[in-house]
């Protein structure tokens, strides 16, 4: 017989630790939950900024002595940049790390937040716009990656659904800040505020944040970094300095998007894909129109920018309900059934004999499924991916998405100017739900059904 070198045996003699499945068997330790935490604070400030530009856009318009319409391209610009900010920085993150990933962005965007204090034109507005939305584009993807590692298995779609919640949070702060600083200080104030924030939670974040233990493990990196955190996420358990760890049942593979389509992972990346793309579409649409299409039919201004509330309000309802939920039913049956829902709630908003009531009603319903759903969808993601692809699976999701909410508003506009009825527009916008739903139980078919513990044969390579 012929001895193994030093290292062999005493790896060999070492003892053996699925993270994964330790973290699984653990109670939430007040570690992950400030984990969670400061992740969502990240989130928080990804939509504070993306919604601030809505609720700053009048003032500017009248400082500048400008039209609305010059604004159209600035608002394109920054989502354009999240798209290839999702594409580029999910990839990296799977490369380098989730965590330089997610504290760089965060600092990336803050910094340029603060950067669009200055500006003094367009041409400036789109750049800046653009450069923020690349670091905006690096948050959700890695927020929901990271996220989905440290939650053991029983509450992994509840945290993640209520981290992704905080966008919504984020959307609404940006409000009640834009109303209190725009009318003393100026729109510049609020770019102020919302460079500074996301500066500090950076630092908070390159200080306490940790890295992916599954990550970690699978690059061998920095073991006596996973020695630490696993020390206080499971106090009692048995590691030590020669303790070797593994994810089981998955391999490292190099991060890239042609990965997302070997070992049979092709379907369910498209289907992903177009999940994303439907509904983002309809989000946007949903969010950009409402108000001005409930003037239409007669709405006050006060009733339009309420019924416009409401689709937020019901998607944050959503995304708090939905995650017990899918923990429960699994993510399909609860999917599929919410955008079947929101196929009948958005097809039935432009009615025109709708009470306002009942208006209030089915654009509460359908924030519910579709801006709670798009949470649901993000969490359903990052479960379907390996960890070495799983910030690169759900960027390149978000990503394909973006370009829905970029089209979804555009081609809006372009039916709502070749006079197309209310009616006839969220019957419109009712075919999306549909099609998310159909390509939901089609996934649900090709990825196994209801399972939701991320480890799934078929894609683990």
């Known amino acids: 017989m012929i001895p193994g070198t030093p290292k062999q045996v005493e790896e060999a003699d070492a003892t053996v630790v699925d993270i994964a499945a330790l973290i699984d068997g653990q109670p939430l330790s007040t570690f992950q939950k400030w984990v969670m935490v400061l992740i969502g604070c990240s989130v928080v400030m990804d939509g504070f900024d993306v919604q601030t530009m809505g609720f700053v856009a009048p003032a500017i318009v009248r400082a500048w002595h400008i039209s609305p319409a ?3 391209p600035v608002f394109g610009a920054g989502l354009f940049g999240m798209l290839a900010g999702s594409i580029v920085l999910g990839a990296m993150a799977d490369r380098i790390g989730r965590r330089p990933v997610l504290v760089g962005a965060t600092v990336f965007y803050g910094l340029c937040m603060l950067g669009t204090t200055l500006i003094q034109n367009i041409p400036q507005f789109l750049v800046i716009r653009f450069l ?11 927020a929901i990656a990271l996220v989905s590692e440290y939650s053991p298995q029983k509450y992994r779609a509840s945290l993640m659904t209520w981290v992704s919640c905080g966008f919504t949070g984020g959307a609404i702060m940006g409000g009640l800040l834009s109303a209190a600083l725009v009318p003393s200080e100026g729109w510049r104030s609020v770019f102020l505020v919302g460079g500074i924030l996301p500066l500090a939670i950076a630092v908070a ?16 990196r920095n073991p006596e970094k996973v020695v630490q955190w696993l020390g206080r996420i499971a106090p009692n358990a048995q590691i030590g300095s020669h303790t070797r760890f593994v994810v089981h049942g998955q391999k490292h593979a ?4 042609g990965e997302l389509f070997r070992h049979g992972r092709g379907t369910t990346t498209l289907l992903l894909w177009g999940i994303n793309f439907a509904n983002l579409l309809d989000l946007f649409f949903l969010s950009n129109w409402l108000p001005m299409l409930s003037l239409r039919i007669g709405a006050g201004t006060s009733t339009a920018v309420l019924i416009g509330t409401s689709l937020q309000i019901g998607g944050t309802v959503g995304a708090l309900l939905m995650g017990p939920l899918m923990d429960r039913f699994g993510f399909y049956r609860v999917l599929a059934f ?8 958005v097809s039935s908003v432009g009615l025109p004999d709708l009470s306002t009531g009942l208006r209030y009603a089915v654009v509460l319903i359908s924030g519910v499924c579709i801006v709670g759903g798009q949470p649901a969808v993000n969490a359903l993601t990052a479960t379907l991916y390996p960890t070495s692809l799983r910030a690169t699976g759900v960027g390149w999701s978000l990503g394909v998405g973006r370009a829905g909410s970029i089209i979804g508003p555009v081609l809006a506009g372009r039916l ?3 006079h197309w009825s209310n009616t006839a527009l969220f019957v419109a916008a009712a075919v999306p739900a549909l099609a998310s739903c159909l390509m939901l139980v089609a996934l649900a078919g090709v990825a196994g059904g209801n399972r939701t513990d991320g480890s799934l044969p078929i894609l683990n390579g």
């Open 70 to 72: 010059n604004l159209g």
């Open 132 to 142: 923020t939305g690349v670091g905006i584009g690096g948050v959700m993807g890695n």
């Open 254 to 257: 190099k991060a890239s998007v």
């Open 416 to 418: 709502i100017e070749l």
């Open 338 to 345: 919410s955008f079947l829902v929101a196929t009948v709630a």
């Open 205 to 220: 974040m390159l200080r306490y944040l940790p890295e992916s233990l599954q990550l970690l493990a699978l690059t061998r």
